[in-house]
């Protein structure tokens, strides 16, 4: 085994597979690990996603939040092991992958638009992925 393979073997095993579809725009929820001493604790961090860069186990993500209205940013690692996970709370319309002008903006203007278009498309995907089934089907399998 050279080293590229090996390298990426080591990388396959760290890679999430558990991880949202996110889009910058989103409001989502970053689960972070914090380790005080011996104790370990969560920390939910609910903030815009702004930007995505990288790829493989290389890939971050921006998400930006106001706490006493000052704008606060992190950069996230989402294959890095102290992210417990990451949920979708609110789908975004965005028609940039970077939204740093975010940045900029105070008071209303800040939020984004709710992105209804495509979203029933999502419900629908996800329902059929997990195999619930139609309410037309149960009739039809009882007769």
């Known amino acids: 085994m050279n080293q590229q393979q090996l390298l ?11 991880l949202p579809d996110i889009t910058s725009g989103d409001t ?14 969560i920390q939910v ?3 815009v996603l702004i930007a995505r860069k990288g790829s493989g186990i290389n890939e ?25 996970k990451i949920e979708l709370v609110r789908r975004g319309d965005a028609r940039r992958s970077k939204l ?21 498309r999502l419900v629908e995907g996800e329902s059929a992925a997990n195999g619930a089934t139609t309410p037309a089907e149960p009739a039809a399998a009882s007769e």
């Open 100 to 120: 740093y002008f975010l940045r900029n903006r105070v008071g209303k203007s800040r939020r984004l638009r709710d992105q209804r278009r495509g979203l029933q």
């Open 45 to 47: 961090y609910q903030g």
């Open 60 to 84: 971050t993500i921006t998400v930006r939040r106001i706490v006493s209205n000052e704008g606060v940013e992190i950069v996230v690692p989402i294959h890095s092991p102290r992210i417990a």
């Open 8 to 18: 990426a073997s080591v990388i396959e095993k760290q890679i999430k597979t558990d």
């Open 28 to 41: 989502i929820d970053v689960h972070r690990r914090i380790i005080e001493g011996e104790k370990e604790r």
